[in-house]
């Protein structure tokens, strides 16, 4: 078969243990070679223009799986709706079915997305973890500009963008060899930022992070620090801790004392009825606590940001975040995925423009994937899935140690 000189319209996936990379008219459904460096070259060659017909672009994908799967043959199915280059290449286990517009690629037969399969998830591009795709061209009597993305004038949905290949991604760092993990009851140990950066802030304010001792993380009556279990870390800086909050927001209290926003009747807190009041300026409490999947819970009194290497936003030691890394093993998840903001009283989240993705779960309501940078302010019990592998919940009450003002 032939490319067709069709504009893609939608593409959806189900997610599972193989992985899909690609974005409009190119798509790679193929079982996770385990090796981030295989996938950036994956997607760069199919992000960059249209290779030389002596060297098609499915020549050189499968010289790259058969080096990243030392010549065993991988599930794998490759989608080129590119006019003029072959539609598909399939290895292994890997389908594709044409029905009309919709293209279905799985790395098991049927190939095609069920219900039974779990949610299909929109995606515009990426590299996502994905058992079942589905890519649907815009039929030729239907292309008046609507579609997955409403509004947009035609002739931008159409443009172009400058000749020549993409701007190299940068090549990942070799990972640091894996902490033992001498008992999973064990609190977490902190893990330090980038120590260039550390020494730009040095360099701006010696009083506040001159050699400052680290604090360990409590648990129970034993206050030794302990070895990270499972890679993931939250940096913590004791000047930070012991700062006084710099943010002042209006608020009222509750009969129980606690500070809660002027316009809710409710308090944050515990829930009972706010009476009427002058509201006064007091310094910003800590807004909740950010649960992590292992139980572990972030207090939400300054922004937090999330990643496999997170680094603060702002170099000023006053603007510095609570920096939780994630799992090595988390390979989806990009090194600065996801950004959490205090803003008076809201918790607002943005996605970092990650590589995986990011999923707004809220109860009672369909799971929407976040767009890149768009801020998301957040209500107690509202959770974030990270590349959906890593999952973190904000929480509200005294079980995440908010029981005060």
């Not at 030729?140 to 000749?163: F, R, S, T, W, Y």
């Not at 020494?199 to 620090?225: F, K, M, N, Y």
């Not at 801790?241 to 809710?264: D, F, I, K, N, Y």
């Not at 767009?371 to 005294?398: I, K, M, N, S, W």
Request: hydrophobic share 35%; charged share 20%.
């Amino acid at each position: 078969m032939r490319g067709e000189d069709g504009v893609v319209e939608e593409t959806r996936y189900v997610a599972g243990d193989g992985v899909l990379l690609g974005a409009g008219s190119r798509w790679l459904l193929l079982t996770d070679p385990g090796d981030e460096r295989v996938l950036d070259e994956l997607w760069t060659m199919l992000q960059g223009p249209p290779p030389p017909a002596s060297r098609p672009l499915t020549e050189r994908v499968m010289e790259v799986v058969d080096r990243a799967f030392d010549g065993e043959v991988p599930d794998l199915v490759l989608l080129d709706l590119t006019s003029g280059s072959p539609v598909s290449t399939s290895r292994g286990a890997g389908r594709l079915r044409v029905e009309g517009q919709r293209h279905h690629l799985s790395l098991s037969a049927p190939a095609v997305i069920t219900p039974a399969g779990g949610p299909a998830r929109r995606l515009l591009g990426g590299v996502v973890p994905a058992r079942s795709a589905e890519v649907t061209l815009r039929s030729a009597a239907g292309n008046n500009g609507a579609g997955l993305i409403d509004g947009i004038p035609q002739e931008i949905l159409a443009a172009k963008g400058p000749a020549g290949p993409p701007p190299r991604r940068p090549r990942p760092s070799t990972p640091r060899p894996a902490t033992p993990r001498p008992d999973d009851s064990v609190a977490r140990d902190t893990t330090e930022p980038d120590p260039a950066l550390m020494a730009r802030i040095a360099d701006a304010a010696p009083a506040l992070v001159e050699q400052q001792p680290r604090t360990p993380v409590p648990t129970g009556s034993d206050q030794a620090p302990a070895e990270d279990h499972d890679g993931s870390t939250v940096f913590r800086p004791e000047h930070l801790t012991a700062a006084p909050a710099g943010e002042t927001v209006q608020a009222v209290w509750c009969p129980q004392g606690h500070l809660t926003r002027p316009t809710s009747a409710l308090c944050r807190v515990c829930r009972t009825q706010v009476a009427p009041q002058h509201p006064q300026r007091v310094p910003r409490p800590t807004l909740g606590g950010l649960r992590l999947p292992t139980g572990e819970v972030v207090p939400l009194d300054r922004s937090v940001v999330l990643g496999r290497r997170p680094q603060p936003m702002s170099t000023s030691p006053a603007d510095w975040p609570h920096l939780v890394t994630l799992p090595a093993e988390h390979t989806f998840v990009s090194r600065m995925h996801l950004h959490l903001s205090l803003e008076g009283w809201d918790v607002v989240a943005r996605d970092l423009g990650s590589r995986g993705g990011t999923t707004l779960k809220v109860p009672g309501q369909a799971p929407v994937r976040m767009v890149q940078d768009h801020p998301y302010v957040l209500e107690p019990g509202h959770a974030l899935d990270l590349a959906d592998t890593y999952e973190v919940r904000f929480e509200v009450g005294p079980e995440v140690g908010v029981s005060g003002p």
